[in-house]
Nanobody, 117 residues
Framework: EVQLVESGGGLVQAGGSLRLSCAAS????????IGWFRQAPGTEREGVAC????????WYAQSVKGRFTISSDNAKKTVSLQMNSLKPEDTAVYYC??????????WGQGTQVTVSS
């Protein structure tokens, strides 16, 4: 069973940084791509970034390119999202999921990120 647990959310001022982590278990980590998604109130969930744990290739949504960096540690089975230059519009609940494209085998419970102006 795919299990994903996010951590690292919080409240930060605009221009600040946060680092989210996604701890994975229950599946062969190296065989999966893992993605970060976010959902703000009243909006649809959107993809933010994705990383392949086999070759570490990455994808980013245009809205976060140059500000967010996704990385993975295969030994620790964690995927991180470093978020810099945060904007109020980045406020959302952030989720990790495996794989990056549906059908999904698992979702985390989400972690709140709030960016104040």
């Amino acid at each position: 069973e795919v299990q994903l647990v996010e951590s690292g959310g919080g409240l930060v001022q605009a221009g600040g940084s946060l680092r989210l982590s996604c701890a994975a278990s229950g599946f062969t980590f190296d065989d999966y791509a893992i993605g970060w998604f976010r959902q703000a109130p009243g909006t649809e969930r959107e993809g933010v970034a994705c990383i392949s744990n086999s070759d570490h290739s990455t994808w980013y949504a245009q809205s976060v390119k140059g500000r967010f960096t996704i990385s993975s540690d295969n030994a620790k089975k964690t995927v991180s999202l470093q978020m810099n230059s945060l904007k109020p519009e980045d406020t959302a609940v952030y989720y990790c999921a495996a794989p990056c494209i549906g059908p999904y085998d698992g979702w985390g419970q989400g972690t709140q990120v709030t960016v104040s102006s």
